[in-house]
């Protein structure tokens, strides 16, 4: 289920009252709180199913607390999408730049191969004072309100990964902790003996890498294990289990595998989850829907075959590709088709889609449907899956058959 946080607690309303990250900086906004902040972000995150970091696109500085913030997500990485909002207060080509300076700068603190996946648009109400990228912040924002509502789906998925992310942390502490008691004295020096293993965690980290062939990626950060272990008594740790570490193995390599079949045969037998409310209902309808009048959608509520204003330039060119009977070849078609330099696997779509009742070669109508799905693609739009029946050209639509 998709759920969210709405608790009397008096964290929460910190969180959204006092501050969000980056106006104070440092131990003033510690202070102002009165609590660690990225501590209750790293409790969120490792229970959340998405993560949105919000930039403005006229003001992009990451604060040292921001900084600190973005970093306590670290195995998080997944979860993490980025919103360069109010993008509409920067021409196109300043938002190029934001948008390679905000890459730049999140490179520092995200450590992840990754490309971050980044939602540009204007997330408010105003009126857009540059509508030159109106298409891409619609498009955008559709994207993005997309990937929210799909959450539901993967949520089991994102468990069953917290789960093997959990196992393998527990395998790498248990190889540290036995490999801290068994280097302990049994008598003398062992105060010394601790601040020294302590010390040398890095080299330790290497060491249990090698010799068990681990991922450094799976062990802990090196910091903050030295920080635990400053308060801990190395001589009440447990020695190493190998049946327990065999346990913890197969079910890595066996259960989840059966775990994820399971997932799966449950998704295909249950309806589809969807995130509903608010901005979620009622966007899509009326002429205000993504795309709506634009692309493949260009004239679906018209009465006229909207590829009609055009066809008188398409007729001329095809009565040079030489008809006969009224239809030109694939061959001549292709001639001409391919001159549009869009690659064969598009232009072979184009044809399926154009070629109304599948005789091979192409009326006039026919062709004239080919130009304007070519005209679509070039300018930035998708080709439909299947040819909406607005675009049939009028020559090849079934008539209506009227009841007796």
């Not at 789960?163 to 020096?189: D, N, T």
């Not at 075959?305 to 292709?334: H, Q, R």
């Amino acid at each position: 289920r998709f759920m969210c946080s709405q608790l009397p607690n008096e964290v929460l309303k910190s969180i959204s009252i006092i501050d969000s990250p980056g106006i104070l900086s440092g131990e003033k906004q510690r202070i102002s709180r009165g609590y660690d902040f990225c501590q209750v972000l790293q409790w969120f995150a490792e229970r959340v199913d998405r993560i949105i970091l919000l930039f403005d696109a006229h003001k992009l500085d990451i604060s040292d607390e921001f900084s600190e913030a973005i970093k306590s997500f670290r195995g998080q990485d997944d979860k993490i999408r980025v919103v360069l909002n109010k993008a509409d207060q920067v021409d196109t080509q300043q938002l190029m730049r934001v948008y390679g300076a905000l890459m730049w700068s999140l490179g520092k603190v995200i450590d992840t191969p990754e490309v971050l996946r980044v939602y540009i648009g204007s997330f408010w109400a105003h009126p857009l004072r540059n509508t030159d990228n109106r298409r891409l912040f619609e498009a955008e924002a559709q994207d993005l309100f997309k990937d929210i509502q799909s959450l539901p789906q993967k949520a089991a998925v994102r468990k069953l990964n917290d789960l093997i992310k959990r196992a393998r942390l527990a395998k790498v502490h248990a190889y540290i902790i036995s490999y801290l008691k068994k280097e302990m004295p049994s008598v003398f020096g062992k105060e010394n003996k601790k601040k020294e293993l302590i010390n040398k965690l890095p080299e330790i980290y290497i060491q249990l890498q090698r010799e068990y062939h681990i991922s450094a990626g799976d062990f802990p950060e090196v910091k903050k294990m030295q920080e635990q272990l400053e308060n801990c008594d190395f001589t009440k740790f447990h020695s190493l289990k190998p049946k327990l570490i065999e346990t913890v193995d197969n079910m890595l390599a066996n259960k989840i595998a059966s775990l994820m079949s399971l997932i799966r045969q449950e998704e295909s037998n249950m309806p589809t989850e969807m995130v509903h409310g608010g901005a979620f209902d009622g966007t899509m309808a009326g002429p205000f829907g993504h795309g709506y009048g634009e692309g493949a959608k260009e004239g679906a509520d018209e009465e006229e075959w909207v590829v009609a204003k055009d066809k008188p330039a398409y007729d001329e060119i095809f009565y040079t590709l030489s008809p006969i009977n009224g239809k030109i070849s694939g061959i001549s078609a292709k001639k001409e088709m391919v001159t549009s330099k869009l690659p064969n696997s598009v232009l072979g779509k184009i044809w399926k889609l154009a070629d109304c009742d599948g005789d091979g070669m192409l009326d006039d109508e026919e062709f004239a449907l080919a130009k304007h799905l070519i005209k679509i693609k070039l300018d930035g739009y998708e080709l439909p899956g299947t040819l909406p029946s607005h675009l049939v050209p009028p020559s090849h639509r079934k008539p209506f058959q009227t009841a007796e």
